[in-house]
Nanobody, 113 residues
Framework: QVQLVESGGGLVQPGGSLRLSCAAS????????MAWYRRAPGKERTFVAS???????NYADFVKGRFTISRDNAKNILYLQMSSLKPEDTAVYYC???????WGQGTQVTVSS
């Protein structure tokens, strides 16, 4: 059973930056596409960004130019670098392997002054 553990969330002011991490318990990046999703209060979970096993990257339109997904294959860590954060980015952020095959527990990001 693969375990995914997110970290790096917190409270940040509008315009600020955060880097989220998702540590995988096994070397899965060559097998599974990895992705970040988020769930804002009262809303459904939505796609944020993904990176395929081959390295192809996709972003949701609302984060293009502000968020960057990357991974460290040696450390089995997926990252989401978030900048120019807005209050509407407030959500619980989840990482997933295989588009829902495995999920982490989520990390809260709150953007507020």
């Amino acid at each position: 059973q693969v375990q995914l553990v997110e970290s790096g969330g917190g409270l940040v002011q509008p315009g600020g930056s955060l880097r989220l991490s998702c540590a995988a318990s096994e070397s899965i990046f060559s097998i599974y596409a990895m992705a970040w999703y988020r769930r804002a209060p009262g809303k459904e979970r939505t796609f944020v960004a993904s990176i395929s096993s081959g390295g192809r990257i996709n972003y949701a339109d609302f984060v293009k130019g502000r968020f960057t997904i990357s991974r460290d294959n040696a450390k089995n860590i997926l990252y989401l670098q978030m900048s120019s954060l807005k209050p509407e980015d407030t959500a619980v952020y989840y990482c997933t392997a295989g588009y829902g095959h495995y999920w982490g527990q989520g990390t809260q990001v709150t953007v507020s002054s």
